[in-house]
């Protein structure tokens, strides 16, 4: 199993231009996030979903927009890009059943992360 | 809102010694919570979860404690090494049940 994958690793934007960011899992896990990770400032929930087809925004969504539309994918779109996006962003997937409190397991894998300049 | 707080951004001890980190919670009584430990240029990695009817748990050289009535977490780390120089991040579940936050985290550096 390659666990949690994101594509780029490194990524150089213009302001105003968009990219997606890429993250696959193959672990069958039916819950994905993705955080931003400033220096000093710990990691920030942006979107998650809890299964396919269902999305929901986090604590800094601005800016952002993704989708679900397989158990295994979840990419993130920056829209217009801004040098505030600048950071390190980290796909995380987990497996939940019932709630978070019910659920046997709920370790969140991570995925290595992308490292994103706006310049 | 809930708040998680790691009283430390940097914590430097010296090999054989025990490290204890602290994250203390507020706004919010969670069913768990959980440990994770990030190197430079990596993602978090998960090492342990307690929840909330345990009062300590261990794994090897690791040990959790949970005081829910103090909403405080202790990650022990006993006979550090260098190796275990890192940063280590407490995690809970979101208030709605669906995600999970993270605290700013603890910089851990063990000289040798």
């Known amino acids: 199993n390659a666990g949690v994958t994101q594509t780029p690793k490194f990524r150089i934007l213009k302001i105003g231009q968009s990219m997606t960011l890429q993250c696959a899992q193959d672990?069958?896990?039916?819950?994905m996030y993705w955080y931003r990770q400033d220096p000093g400032m710990g990691l920030k929930l942006i979107y998650y979903?809890?299964?396919?087809?269902?999305?929901d925004k986090g604590e800094v969504p601005n800016g952002y927009n993704v989708s679900r539309s397989t158990t295994e994918d979840f990419p993130l779109r920056l829209e217009l890009a801004a040098p505030s996006q600048t950071s390190v962003y980290f796909c995380a997937s987990s497996y939940i059943q019932g709630g978070w409190g019910e659920s046997k397991d709920t370790e969140a894998f991570f995925g290595q992360g992308t490292r994103l300049t706006v310049v | 809102s809930q708040k998680i707080e790691q009283n430390s951004e940097a914590l430097n001890i010296q090999e054989g010694k025990t490290a204890t980190l602290t994250c203390n919670y507020t706004?919010?009584?969670?069913?768990?919570l959980q440990w994770y430990r990030q190197d430079p240029g990596r993602g978090p990695v998960f090492l342990l979860l307690i929840r909330e009817n345990e009062k300590e748990k261990r794994k090897e050289r690791l040990k959790v404690t949970f005081d829910t009535t103090l909403k405080q977490s202790l990650f022990h780390i006993t006979a550090s090494q260098p190796a275990d120089s890192a940063t280590y991040l407490c995690?809970?579940?979101?208030?709605?049940?669906?995600?999970?936050?993270f605290g700013k985290g603890t910089t851990l550096s063990v000289s040798s």
């Open positions: 672990m069958n896990h039916n819950y």
């Open positions: 706004n919010y009584s969670p069913a768990y």
């Open positions: 979903s809890v299964g396919a087809g269902i999305t």
């Open positions: 995690a809970l579940e979101n208030q709605a049940g669906t995600a999970l936050i």
